[in-house]
């Protein structure tokens, strides 16, 4: 299968960065397939740009609804869907795969591969999917519980499935794979509770491992997997990170030149997140939060640029990766562009990992900036939290996430899902390792969560995101969208001269690239995550998103204004010019404030419940307890809910739904510490009918 490739054709092109040819796999020679989607980012280079202009800034007023498809859950929506022959390929959460009719939305299969539903208690961010691979007759996925699956593109039925992953370890799998010459390359997640991060390929036809690239060094006693690993290991000291992982996870975002014949793979934070606590003598903790640069067909290391040395912040480096040629003083250069959760917007020379800028695209105050010298960033010691908590911004939810980013050639900009919102970091010097909860070695500091409506209020006015129009040659800003919420979808650019995006208040909105200009929108009535697509079918250009809000910020530190109508199942929507007008969005139902029972309790058991709290469920029902909707908010129990409560965390009862028990790791008393937490908030924020007598 492999070593087919055919680099002759492209020398003459200049501009080649988004050309390729693989005589294998025609799906790659996406520029004779404008119509398709076939690629994740629909290029190797991952612009997600189309060169489809039917539909266009004097017409995008015109569409509507095509066709809509709902796939029966409303937990987070993240899949890129991919377009081949008429058909379009999708991922739900819990990793099931639908194939669609892209002309009328008609199901034609459905694959649920029956992930475990108890593992969703070691994903952090949610049980989302963010898509599927396409190559020859066969798609490819992977599932929440570590498994990498082949499947009849046809059928729908399974030619193969592998487990990529140690069960005895937290991992999880959300992020697409990519295929490059055959190799199916796959990685994983799992850096919140501690794992050690790394990357696979597997042969298209077989599943056989072909080769593996760990991102951080195992136990330095041990012999190293490579030489990069022995050099790697010489930048950790005083702690044992390989009990715990390390991190370094390759949870979402690749990149291929076929000219340079190089992936670029993206890694993410330490595991733990505190370097205080991974690893106390310091160093560069390499390759954490990282851009690096592999031989696709025997994984050797090319070269790497860290984005933040030493992270202490969960600054991943995994977030989306776009290759360009850019003219910058006068010269063509190669680069590889990403905006990291840490805040610089960086271009790098693709073909050696040399820095080339790097400035803030949102404002921060754990670094200064990034010396053009060293090329490193110059950490703010007032933001050093060794000592003292440190508010801190950006926080672990990054001045973007995995959300895509676009890129126009015409335009010459890169549109970035950006936000803002401030973290407290602190230093747990108590810190203790389990791995069936987050290792995140941060001290929850009780005393900045909020207590009080009027606390809360203020916190919601710092949390905000905007869609940002980004010059990558001259590092600045060119215009702005502002949404009153962070967290909302990827992005896609067209050469119709739009840029569109969902946002996480439900809308989907087309832009004027150029200007800014917001030219159409439409109230889907469900919060948006997912980056839109576009492909065209007998003459007709479609534009496709998933809609359904959920992911790490709807589910650990949102505002239930975030997200409408958050019970509402997940869908598919598809627009054309001359579409149907949508049906004004449902609206959500108020929710009826509770009475809650009246427990004996005191302020020590409520204190311990608090902590237990931020321990084990924080990352689900909300920082705090307040709940982004999309998983029950804890402080709207009712009477009955609270009488099942022991019933649900210890025994069980709705664990076929996400909800496992957690006897493992609570005791009774700690259950009832809990519980007794969830009531005092529920009083303490004002959603209790009547607040029962202590
Ligand atoms: C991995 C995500 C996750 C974690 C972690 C988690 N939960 Fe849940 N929880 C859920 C989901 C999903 C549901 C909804 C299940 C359903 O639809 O019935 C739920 C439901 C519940 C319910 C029932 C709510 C109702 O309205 O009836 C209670 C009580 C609950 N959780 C308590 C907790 C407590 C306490 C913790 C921490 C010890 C916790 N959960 C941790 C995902 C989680």
New binding site residues.
Partial sequence: MKNHFLVLPLLFLIFSCSESVDSKNPLVDFNSSPNEWLLHGRTYAEERHSPLDQINTSNVDQIGLSWSFETGTNRGHETTPIVKDGVMFITAPWSVVHALDAKTGDLLWTHDPQVERAW??N?CCDVVNRGVALYENSIFFGTLDGRLISLDKDTGNENWSILTIDKSWPYTITGAPRIVKGNVIIGNGGGEFGVRGYVTAYDVDSGDELWRFYTVPGNPNEPFESPEMEIAAKTWSGGKWWEYGGGGTVWDSMAYDPVLDTLYIGTGNGSPWNRYVRSPGGGDNLYLSSIVALDPDTGDYKWHYQTTPGDSWDYTATQHMILADLEINGQIRKVIMQAPKNGFFYVIDRTNGELISAENYVPINWATHVDMETGRPIENPANNYFNTPALTTPGPLGGHNWQPMAFNPDTGLVYIPAQEMLFVYSHDKDFKYNRKTWNTGQQVEMTYLPKNPDELAMVDKATFGYLLAWDPVAQKEVWREQYQRPWSGGLLSTAGDLVLQGTSDGRFIAFDAASGEMLWSVDTGQGIIAPPITYMIDEEQYIAVQVGYGGAYALAGAFPSANKNPAQNGRMLVFKLGGEKMSPPVQSIAKVNPVVPSMTTDALTIARGEYE?HE??Q???GAGVIGGGV??D?RY?DEV?HKT?LG??LGGM?SE???AS?KDV?SLEQANQ?QAYIISQAKLTGVTQEAAED
Avoid: R, S
């Fill in positions: 969703a208690n994903a709290y084990h469920c990352f689900c029902h998983i029950p804890l129990l809910g409560f649900v965390i709705h739904k996400g909800m957690f609570l809990i």
